[in-house]
Nanobody, 125 residues
Framework: QVQLVESGGGLVQAGGSLRLSCAASSGRTFSAYAMGWFRQAPGKEREFVATISWNGGRTYYVDSVKGRFTISRDNAKNTLYLQMNSLKPEDTAVYYC?????????????????WGQGTQVTVSS
């Protein structure tokens, strides 16, 4: 069992930055699993944002955040990050981190096995 806890959300003006963190409880397995970030806006389905392979060697982003968001991980600290720059009002959502029992990146919710509780990001115009 892996427990994931997100933090770092908040209210920011358009053009600002936030860094989300996701702390994993299972140290032995965290470094072997691919991780991802998803988001869900009110009234919308949960959507993929970014994913990173087990060793950070491969990353992939949804087109709408490319060049603005950066996913990274520190396996020594069992922590996943999402650096978000040049934020836009349309980035407003609850952001979730997720872990999958596999080393390779993945972009759909069905490929992930563990989820955090989410952290709210609100971008004002």
């Amino acid at each position: 069992q892996v427990q994931l806890v997100e933090s770092g959300g908040g209210l920011v003006q358009a053009g600002g930055s936030l860094r989300l963190s996701c702390a994993a409880s299972s140290g032995r397995t965290f470094s072997a699993y691919a991780m991802g970030w998803f988001r869900q806006a009110p009234g919308k389905e949960r959507e993929f944002v970014a994913t990173i392979s087990w060793n950070g060697g491969r990353t992939y982003y949804v087109d709408s955040v490319k060049g603005r968001f950066t996913i990274s991980r520190d396996n020594a600290k069992n922590t996943l990050y999402l650096q978000m720059n040049s934020l836009k009002p349309e980035d407003t959502a609850v952001y979730y981190c997720a872990s999958r029992i596999a080393p390779a990146v993945a972009t759909t919710i069905y490929e992930y096995d563990y989820w955090g509780q989410g952290t709210q990001v609100t971008v004002s115009s």
